[in-house]
T-cell receptor, first 112, second 111 residues
Framework: DVKVTQSSRYLVKRTGEKVFLECVQDMDHENMFWYRQDPGLGLRLIYFSYDVKMKEKGDIPEGYSVSREKKERFSLILESASTNQTSMYLC???????????FGPGTRLTVT | LAKTTQPISMDSYEGQEVNITCSHNNIATNDYITWYQQFPSQGPRFIIQGYKTKVTNEVASLFIPADRKSSTLSLPRVSLSDTAVYYCLVGSNQAGTALIFGKGTTLSVSS
């Protein structure tokens, strides 16, 4: 069965902290994605990667960076967390046809 | 990427057929139409994808007219568990393409 896991379901961090969100998929998928979801705004793409060590900016990359050193793992990094980064973060992966994406359970991050 | 427009919300009763329409006037020749479903506190789940005419699977049907400027997701005989947000997405199926999610349609099913 397809599986995308995220390191935490809930996370509370302080303003200015460096935050790492980890995502792992076990499907040998080429593409991996990071989204954030906020009430009234739907899902917004932060970054995606279509190969190891490759990354592309999505709609809202400011304040975030990503790392993909291995095919199965895609990390989202908040260099200096701010309160406006409080959100639900969703990771997804897909094979070479990107439209059938598999999502993880999400990480609800609160920055205080 | 083609912009999509769909209703913000819809209400239905158990056992009814629900049709959610999505407009995508600027769809490109190589774009596909894909629908996702999202339950509260979960990530979205792929439902169905199509290019033209009609596609049916065990969950839903997708109707796409000849001009492809709109599409309709049809859910037969909905139940309470179909209460969710439904997203319509349009874009190329080429490798390296990212999805653009809109705000979706919140479907509420009552008994």
């Amino acid at each position: 069965d397809v599986k995308v896991t995220q390191s935490s379901r809930y996370l509370v961090k302080r303003t200015g902290e460096k935050v790492f969100l980890e995502c792992v998929q076990d499907m040998d998928h080429e593409n991996m994605f990071w989204y954030r979801q906020d009430p009234g705004l739907g899902l917004r793409l932060i970054y995606f990667s279509y190969d190891v060590k490759m990354k592309e900016k999505g709609d809202i990359p400011e304040g975030y960076s990503v790392s993909r050193e291995k095919k199965e793992r895609f990390s989202l990094i908040l260099e200096s967390a701010s309160t406006n980064q409080t959100s639900m973060y969703l990771c997804a992966s897909s094979s070479t046809t990107p439209y059938e994406q598999y999502f993880g359970p999400g990480t609800r991050l609160t920055v205080t | 990427l083609a912009k999509t427009t769909q209703p913000i919300s819809m209400d239905s009763y158990e056992g009814q057929e629900v049709n959610i329409t999505c407009s995508h006037n600027n769809i490109a020749t190589n774009d596909y139409i894909t629908w996702y479903q999202q339950f509260p506190s979960q990530g979205p789940r792929f439902i169905i994808q199509g290019y033209k005419t009609k596609v049916t699977n065990e969950v839903a049907s997708l109707f796409i007219p000849a001009d492809r400027k709109s599409s309709t997701l049809s859910l037969p005989r909905v139940s309470l568990s179909d209460t969710a947000v439904y997203y319509c997405l349009v874009g190329s199926n080429q490798a390296g393409t990212a999805l653009i999610f809109g705000k979706g349609t919140t479907l509420s099913v009552s008994s």
